[in-house]
């Protein structure tokens, strides 16, 4: 006799929404929290270990984990910011800079001198 009862037809693949995103980020950043706390018992410093995280946050970012993609970091400063420093002689953020263009941020990490300095 026939099985009648209908097969489950699997979900079609669709692009992740912005929560899911947002979501695999922040479970990707509780993982690597926990890696490093992990390892308190090594003989590994307070210190060197917050740096471990540093590094693996934006090694994430940059796009060398497994779970997301790379993330832009497109700056975004409040609309007034640029009038309101020129007024006072400071310098400001540029709105739409895409400051991960073309940069690997947990390579210029450990590494500050790596960052050029323009003029």
Request: with cysteine; proline share 8%.
């Amino acid at each position: 006799m026939a099985n009648k009862t209908p097969k489950r037809v699997p979900p079609a693949p669709r692009a992740y929404t912005q929560k899911e995103v947002c979501k695999k980020l922040i479970d990707q950043i509780h993982v690597l929290v926990n890696y490093w706390e992990d390892i308190a018992s090594s003989d590994l410093t307070l210190r060197k270990r917050l740096h471990g995280l540093a590094f693996s946050i934006l090694s994430t970012l940059d796009g060398t984990s497994l779970e997301v993609p790379m993330f832009d970091l497109v700056l975004q400063p409040h609309p007034d910011d640029k009038e309101y420093c020129r007024g006072e002689g400071k310098n400001w953020f540029e709105p739409g800079m895409n400051i991960t263009k073309d940069v690997m941020l947990h390579e210029m990490y450990h590494r500050p001198e790596n960052i050029m300095e323009e003029p």
